[in-house]
């Protein structure tokens, strides 16, 4: 096969060539039409500066997806490098997304949402735009608030395990 020839690569292939790709892990909260929702995020990404944007995606076949592109308020909370155990309740599948929001680690934030008590950052957003994503959808959103919570490292997922954000290996202050 020649340079330039590619086969075509799968899911699974795929799946795994992203295992080596570490993500940042988030709680995303939101007010559906029934009751407050909560889900585990991997794809949370700054987007902009001016105006502040975020997106996150959504598999279109989760239960949630209906729910979480339908309301226009998200708040999303980066968590630390203690709190594995929140990304896994939120994550479980045999749980429902208002189960998860059962009141042992949220309190009622903004507008209504729920807001996890501990966080390393929570933004408060407000949906821009919608966009279609393959077997996801991409959710744009524009930051309308931020609440640093205490000093902490962030976890991240990486080759299917949580790791903290560990020694720093170079420092990369660029002006502006």
């Known amino acids: ?26 709680i995303v909260t939101f007010d559906a039409d029934q009751a407050p929702c909560g889900v585990t995020i991997g794809s949370f990404v700054s987007l902009s500066l001016e105006p502040p944007l975020i ?9 949630i997806h209906d729910e979480i592109v339908a309301t226009d308020r998200y708040l999303i909370h980066v968590l630390r490098d203690d709190q594995a155990e929140v990304s896994d309740r939120f994550a479980d599948p045999d749980r429902s997304t208002r189960d998860q929001l059962d009141g042992s680690q949220t309190e009622p934030g903004p507008d209504g949402i729920p807001t996890l008590r501990d966080y390393l950052v929570r933004f408060d957003c407000s949906r821009t ?9 991409i959710i744009l959103a524009c930051v309308e608030g931020i609440d640093e919570g205490g000093p902490a490292r962030p976890i991240v997922y990486h080759q299917r395990a949580y790791h903290a954000v560990g020694t720093q290996v170079a420092d990369r202050n660029l002006p502006g």
Do not use: L, W, Y
């Open 129 to 137: 735009q919608i966009h279609d994503g393959g077997d996801h959808s």
């Open 1 to 26: 096969m020649s340079e330039t020839e590619r086969t075509p690569v799968d899911a699974e292939t795929f799946r795994r060539g992203m295992r080596h790709v570490p993500t940042v892990v988030t």
């Open 55 to 63: 997106c996150f995606n959504i598999k279109k076949d989760s239960s």
